[in-house]
């Protein structure tokens, strides 16, 4: 996938993906510390793995105004939306990364970021409705969607956002144009379509 410059008719919203383990989480952590410590209000979801004993066991899902903190999934539930060896805690998700969606929406949020996009998160109804509103609205958004997948409330995204596909070799050089674009807009917010 090649990267694409922006162009200003375009929503405000960069979309990240690539094979796992090549960075697209580090590096949204990272703008979210950048920006946090600058002082930028920042909303929306994050999601992290959990290890015990050095084997995968789950994800947790975090809001990112709150702090609150849940299970995205499980690999010892046996009730719920199951994706491969995971049974998704859809209580979780709609109580801390919905909610998390939402508020940024209705907020006083600069930057939404959303981490990830994959198919845990799509299995909610609820989530797909506020993907589908975070993407289209009006804030400037920095999300990462799993590799490979294919959702339509991303795909009509594809052709008016800023995208690239992360590797190993260019993730240091992505970081710092995500930076650069994401300061573009919060600079000059009214020349962004919205």
Do not use: C
């Not at 383990?21 to 952590?29: A, E, S």
């Not at 510390?33 to 947790?60: P, Q, W």
């Amino acid at each position: 996938m090649a990267s694409i410059a922006p162009r200003y008719d375009w929503l405000r919203v960069i979309l990240l993906t690539g094979r796992p383990g090549v960075g697209k989480t580090t590096i949204v952590n990272r703008v979210y510390k950048h920006y946090s410590a600058s002082g930028l209000k920042i909303e929306g979801m994050t999601t992290r793995e959990v290890r015990e004993g050095g084997a995968r066991t789950g994800f947790m899902i975090t809001d990112l105004s709150s702090g609150q903190e849940g299970w995205l999934a499980k690999k010892d539930l046996t009730t719920g939306p199951r994706v491969g060896s995971y049974v998704v805690v859809s209580e979780d998700l709609e109580k801390i990364g919905v909610a998390g969606l939402e508020r940024s929406m209705e907020g006083a949020a600069n930057l939404v970021i959303v981490d990830e996009i994959g198919p845990m998160e799509m299995t909610s109804t609820s989530f797909r409705n506020s993907i589908s509103r975070v993407l289209n609205g009006n804030k400037a958004v920095v999300a990462t969607v799993k590799y490979g997948s294919r959702y339509p409330e991303v795909e009509k995204m594809w052709q008016k956002s800023v995208h690239w596909e992360i590797t190993k070799e260019n993730r240091e050089s992505i970081y710092r144009r995500i930076v650069r674009q994401v300061d573009d807009w919060i600079r000059e917010p009214r020349k962004w379509a919205s």
